[in-house]
């Protein structure tokens, strides 16, 4: 099978398991996907590569999804005398959304409105595929392409539905500011831990602030639901009144220049943030 060449670039980030890079490709179609000519590299020590190969197989199960970023496989490299693991990933020229919310502190309720979607997508497709992503935070949403479509990345944590029940032996797994509550009491892990996150991503501090639509406060209201039985799921939240008509409303939106935003908790960079197999 073709192998994607590719020549490794500038660095876009450090993770907890491993350094991004920006490469570029010299193959314009590769397996059938047209590929832009730049691509992103998540890459770590050959030694230390077994999370990146798990999550490689999580992603190729969700390669048709479009609200999940794109892998286009794995490979090995020898540079500067080491042998690196490389998973090979859709760019995401946008950025995180971690990076949108800092360059802007706020976002009009429209565009979250268009990215919780997305997202809700994303998480509905990755829940019913039997998987719990567990880590769902500004810094793990991308945005790709020119239309800054909202994609769901780094899938280091996450575990399937089996494991998340088996998980009740001390151990925790997620990124603190975003863990629902019952993962942090008593390390009960369901997709509704997904939802909790997806909520306190987008949750603002003032939490009553009247700035929000009572679609949008509704909304989070439901996500944020302390009993995990009792939180919508994605295929609930999809049908919720705040995303109906997103599209017009973010046209209506653009017209009208509302003056609705939303702003998010500043977003934490500090990898040591992020709790992989921590006994409690
Ligand atoms: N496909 C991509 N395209 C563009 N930038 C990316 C891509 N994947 C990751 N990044 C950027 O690289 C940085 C590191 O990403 P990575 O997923 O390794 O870690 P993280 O989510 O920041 O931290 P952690 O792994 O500790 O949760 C992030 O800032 C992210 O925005």
Redesign the pocket.
């Known amino acids: 099978m073709a192998e994607l060449l590719w020549k490794r670039g500038t660095t876009?980030?450090?993770?907890?398991?491993?350094?991004?890079s920006?490469a570029s490709t010299s193959n314009a179609l590769f397996r059938g996907v047209t590929l832009s000519s730049l691509?992103?590299l998540?890459s770590c020590n050959y030694s230390a590569s077994q999370l990146l190969k798990e999550e490689v197989e999580i992603l190729q199960m969700f390669k048709h999804s479009p609200y999940i970023?794109h892998c286009f496989g794995a490979n090995v490299s020898f540079e500067d005398n080491v042998n690196l693991y490389n998973l090979l990933?859709?760019?995401?020229?946008g950025?995180?959304l971690?990076?949108r919310l800092q360059n802007c502190n706020s976002l009009l309720e429209f565009e979250v409105k268009k990215h919780t979607k997305n997202v809700l997508l994303g998480l509905s497709c990755i829940n019913n595929n039997g998987i719990i992503h567990c880590?769902i935070?500004p810094?793990?949403i991308?945005l790709?392409g020119t239309d800054r479509t909202a994609k769901i990345?780094?899938f280091?944590?996450s575990v399937t539905l089996e494991q998340g029940m088996n998980q009740k032996q001390g151990i925790i797994k997620g990124?603190e500011r975003y863990m629902a509550p019952e993962s942090v009491i008593n390390t009960e892990y369901s997709p509704q831990v997904d939802i909790w996150a997806l909520g306190c991503t987008f949750e603002e501090p003032k939490f009553q602030n009247s700035k929000l639509s009572n679609e949008a406060q509704n909304f989070l209201e439901k996500c944020l639901v302390k009993n995990p039985s009792s939180r919508w799921t994605a295929d609930m939240l999809l049908n919720h009144t705040f995303l109906q008509n997103s599209s017009k409303v973010a046209n209506t939106a653009k017209t009208r220049k509302k003056k609705r935003r939303f702003s998010v908790p500043s977003t934490q960079?500090n990898?040591e943030?992020?709790i992989q197999d921590r006994p409690s």
Do not use: H, M, R
């Open positions: 876009l980030g450090q993770g907890g398991f491993g350094v991004v920006l691509i992103a998540k970023v990933l859709e760019y995401a020229s950025g995180s971690a990076d880590n935070k810094g793990n991308l790709v990345a780094d280091g944590l990124t960079t990898p943030d992020n």
